[in-house]
């Protein structure tokens, strides 16, 4: 005689045993066999690794891997019928739910674009967190041409070296150089500037690197735009801000003097200052201050370089953005002006 189990297992169903037949009781105990038998503690830690897999790569899992894990294509079929897998793409399941994360979207558009897949383009310049939100349509790139895919956008990059891939957030994806040089192709010069000034501010930014790529691509559409938007991050002058560095390009580009950028005149930091005409430039917008409260400390600040002898004007980021010419014209008029002055010619 074999000892009495010591855990006391049910059978799946009221009236039937594991493996269909009726269920019987003698005498107030199951005769009936085990539900939970070997061959079914087995699946179990099948289906464990499968839960274990899905959490690893944010909900999705394709049919190769689930083939891998002893899953038959009749037992994926029949978890796709029951609800219990979703088809996200050909040959890529959400488990138990269509609710995907962002990562998990990624991940599914990877997973069906094959191992050699890597995030691109809009989709890796969401992941480096140059924008806030990630489309509608994922971004891969591959370095073979790919049949379309429904909510994945395939570009065919079959020079991609090691230096231009890499991986973030445990998903691979293009480096970020790499990602801004793509992104440029498409985008505007303005589009470009905000994308570096998005790098740098998060401590990404390496002028370097980019530089080794653009030894290493040769031509590429976007080469131009991106060349000419990190010379203001080449400048000597030491800038804090998108706008700054805007402004001085305005400057450079109507050929008026560079001036001095954020240095201590009269006992106040100035944005950009040019010592011989004693003429100072404030950028404004609430956004460039660190508080309210230093927000409404500039007026009192202008007063007091009047008294000290320095004429400021304010310009703010809307209408370097919006009127750039206007900006440069009466930026040039009251430089002239204010040379006029110092040298003790009247000004009408």
Known sequence: MFPRASVRSL????????????????????????????????????HHRLARLAQEQHGVVSRDQMRNLGYSDSAIDRATRAGRMHRVHRGVYAVGHLRLSPHGRCRAALLACGPRSTLSHDSAAWLWGLQATLAKT?????????????????????????????SSEGLPTT???????DRAATSTHRGVERD????????????????????????????VKLRAAIELYRDPAYTRSWLERRFLKLVREAGLPIPSVNVFVAGFELDMYWECERFAVELDGYKFHSNRASFER????????????????????????NEPTQVTQRLSTLLKRRRLEIRGIQVR
């Not at 269920?23 to 105990?29: A, D, K, T, V």
């Not at 500039?298 to 304010?314: F, N, S, T």
């Open 11 to 46: 059978p799946l169903y009221p009236t039937k045993t594991a493996n269909g037949t009726e269920h019987r009781r003698r005498r107030g105990r199951d005769r009936g066999r085990f539900a939970l038998s070997v061959g079914m503690r087995r699946k179990e830690r099948t």
């Open 138 to 166: 994922v971004d891969i790139a591959i370095p073979t041409r790919g049949h379309r895919r429904r909510e994945i956008h395939i570009h065919h990059l079959p020079h991609l070296t090691a230096g231009d891939i890499t």
């Open 175 to 181: 480096a970020l150089p790499r990602t801004l040089l």
């Open 196 to 223: 570096l000034d998005r790098a740098e501010r998060l401590g990404l930014l390496e002028l370097g690197a980019i530089d080794e790529l653009f030894a290493r691509v040769g031509k590429h559409p976007g080469i």
């Open 298 to 321: 500039d007026p009192r600040r202008q007063e007091e370089l009047k008294l000290a002898g320095i004429e400021m004007v304010r310009f703010t980021a809307l209408r370097l953005a």
